[in-house]
């Protein structure tokens, strides 16, 4: 009786082959990540200074310390628009689209 264990002849086969079959998918998502990255970054502190200078201090005519308040709002609120979307085109991205009705 010998009690060591035979190695299949498949170990030395080296790693499996590489399938390219979601590289598609994987383009997809890294367009779509680098797409919500940047308008993460752009976004908000665009609109930061833009409803600063233009809406609460040119148009409303509000005070410096009130117009850095009632801007850092609207650039939170942008965060979480920005953040609701991607979550919802990542939600979304893997499901098929259907045409027609299912019964």
């Not at 390219?20 to 609109?47: C, D, H, Q, Y």
């Not at 200074?49 to 850092?72: L, N």
């Not at 979550?87 to 991205?93: L, R």
Request: glycine share 8%; aromatic share 14%; proline share 5%.
């Amino acid at each position: 009786m010998d009690g060591s264990v035979r190695a299949s002849s498949d170990s030395s086969a080296g790693p499996p082959p590489y399938f390219r079959g979601n590289e598609g998918s994987l383009v997809s998502a890294l367009k779509t990540l680098l797409f919500f990255t940047i308008l993460m970054v752009t976004l908000p502190i665009g609109l930061y200074f833009a409803t600063k200078a233009y809406i609460f201090e040119g148009s409303m005519k509000m005070s410096s310390s009130d117009s850095y308040f009632y801007a850092a709002i609207v650039a939170v609120l942008a965060v979480h628009v920005v953040l609701a979307l991607f979550v919802y085109v990542a939600w979304n991205e893997g499901t098929p689209k259907s045409k027609g009705k299912h019964d």
